[in-house]
């Protein structure tokens, strides 16, 4: 009985955790565009689980999209998203792209300054 309710609690506190840890959305295509459609402000963060960089940008990317309901934060995976990195033309992995429905208005590589993250996001909300 207590392994039983060791596990629930477990699969109970990953579950309530799994909204917090992935707060951006996984690259999908069909909500990319309707998000551009619909002329929302779109962060796109090209990642890889590997990448320092990327792991520095995260925290103010997230702290972006919680403090702003409109934006729209996609994630793309470096190592295993090629086909997104050739149509985005991205050559390297944390990579930010801001976009204003579907006019790109802001791209950056290797920035890691909050600063200048949030005005990527400030182009694409204005």
Sequence with gaps: ??????RLTLLFALILAAPVAWSAQMW???????A???GSPI???VTAPWCPT???QKPTVDKLESSNPALRVFTVDFDSQKDVLMMLGVKSQSTLI?????AEV??????TEPAAITGMVVKASH
């Design 98 to 102: 801001s976009y204003r429905g579907k």
């Design 1 to 6: 009985m207590s392994r039983l309710l060791s």
């Design 54 to 56: 990327c792991k520095a």
């Design 106 to 111: 802001a791209r950056s590589t290797g920035v």
């Design 43 to 45: 962060l796109v963060h």
């Design 36 to 38: 551009q459609a619909a």
């Design 28 to 34: 999908d295509k069909a909500a990319f565009e309707a």
